[in-house]
């Protein structure tokens, strides 16, 4: 609310105002910028420069690479591996990460393995344990915790929702169109 009243303020048009991105309708001049940057600094907030954006929006999409890809039999650090796609040090990329988006890197990581699971779980392809081995956690025990913690949903809740909602898909297709 703080970002949109400054920006109807000064007279910018916006597309998009979220946490950690600002969309304008136009090129914001270095004299707006100036202004919006102290403006948005009483309050507490920080105006960044493209390139923070983009180095956030590159690790975004690392994390999801890093999640979709099959494991091939030898585990790379995840902090390795996002330091030498993004030629940034970790704790810097972790601080900048937080600063913007409100949580962790390894808290957004979680959340979207969270969701691949959910993916694989509604495929119907792989077992728990399968799933768990293929998402590198330790334990069944350990994906079950973490995917109630996210979601609130045991396991096996969601899954029976999914197949629940499966059959009622069922019985709908099953039945003949009325004539209207």
């Known amino acids: 609310?703080?970002?949109?009243?400054?920006?109807?303020?000064?007279?910018?048009?916006?597309v998009i105002v979220e946490l950690g991105v600002i969309e304008t309708m136009e090129?914001?001049?270095a004299d707006q910028r100036l202004k919006l940057k102290k403006?948005?600094?009483?309050?507490?907030?920080?105006?960044?420069?493209?390139?923070?954006?983009?180095?956030?929006?590159?690790?975004?999409?690392?994390?999801?690479?890093?999640i979709n890809n099959e494991k091939d039999g030898h585990?790379?650090?995840f902090t390795v591996y996002l330091s030498e796609h993004t030629k940034h040090d970790y704790p810097y990329l972790s601080s900048l990460f937080f600063e913007v988006q409100g949580i962790s890197i390894q808290q957004y990581m979680i959340i979207q393995k969270i969701e691949r699971i959910k993916e694989l779980i509604i495929y119907g392809e792989l077992s728990i344990t399968e799933i768990a081995w293929k998402m590198d956690y330790s334990s069944v025990a350990h994906l079950s915790n973490q995917?109630?913690?996210?979601t609130g949903l045991t396991l096996t809740h969601f899954r029976q929702l999914k197949d629940k909602r499966l059959n009622t898909m069922d019985e709908v297709t099953s039945k003949p169109l009325q004539n209207l």
């Open 27 to 29: 090129e914001l001049t």
């Open 39 to 66: 403006t948005l600094h009483r309050s507490g907030l920080e105006l960044m420069d493209d390139k923070k954006a983009e180095l956030i929006q590159q690790v975004k999409e690392l994390i999801l690479v890093f």
């Open 147 to 150: 995917f109630k913690k996210i």
């Open 75 to 77: 585990k790379v650090s």
């Open 1 to 14: 609310m703080v970002v949109k009243k400054a920006l109807n303020e000064m007279g910018i048009h916006f």
